[in-house]
């Protein structure tokens, strides 16, 4: 009985997103408007054309957040020691930056190809030192939303927190100071606002859209219903 209960809660979450999507597909233009950008976005890079900032669907939890740059912390926190707390000045200008050309596929039915400007989250990471018995990073957003992602993959991968995209600085409404580029996983893994990164051991943690029933591995050639 459980399995059927929990089988017709799955449906009809996935009914609900797709009515969601059908109306943001159908109204969602009409209502959005452009967003204030520092620079002129780029539309085309390497000969392949990008989607555009203005191009997203508003889907947050609680809608855009806006972050002072002044006051922002980027926290390295749980199974590392020294715990780090980095200013959005620190944090962008220690690192190498790396641009890729990567895809975000929302399971609302909805993708955008985006020039992502970032840095590699290893690389913040050697900063610390990282316990033996850690797996996971939890990531952590302003908003309170919060996802997780295999150490492994994040390293092998080399996975960035992007502080740019289309060559123009991550407005809030797309997630500034930092958005996770989470190649190859189901949009819901791309948190935006990261304010915090937990090195864990817990493999069974569950974020935010996880917890309602969204698959945790969140690979894009499987579904993102478990």
């Known amino acids: 009985m459980n399995k059927i209960k929990n089988l017709k809660n799955k449906n009809i979450l996935l009914l609900i997103i797709i009515i969601i999507s059908i109306i943001t597909i159908n109204f969602g233009g009409c209502l959005q408007k452009d967003i204030q ?46 715990t780090l707390n980095l200013s959005y000045e620190t944090t962008i200008n220690k690192f190498t930056h790396y641009k890729k050309l990567v895809t975000l ?42 996802t997780s992602l295999p150490i492994y993959y994040i390293i092998e991968n080399n996975i960035i927190i992007s502080f740019k995209m289309n060559n123009v600085t991550l407005p809030p409404e797309r997630g500034f100071p930092f958005q996770l580029v989470a190649e190859s996983k189901w949009g819901y893994k791309w948190i935006k606002w990261i304010t915090e990164i937990e090195i864990s051991d817990n493999e069974l943690y569950e974020g935010y859209w996880e917890k309602r029933g969204f698959s945790n591995t969140a690979d894009l050639n499987n579904s993102f219903f478990d």
């Open 105 to 146: 596929n929302c399971v609302e039915g909805w993708s955008v190809k985006i020039l992502w400007e970032g840095i590699l989250i290893k690389d913040i990471l050697e900063l610390t030192n990282i316990s033996p018995n850690a797996s996971i990073i939890i990531f952590h957003a302003y908003d309170g939303y919060t």
């Open 37 to 82: 950008l520092d620079a002129v976005e780029s539309r085309e890079y390497q000969g392949k054309k990008l989607s555009s900032v203005n191009d997203f669907r508003e889907n947050s939890i609680k809608g855009p957040q806006f972050i002072s740059k002044e006051n922002y912390t980027l926290k390295i926190t749980g199974l590392v020691q020294p």
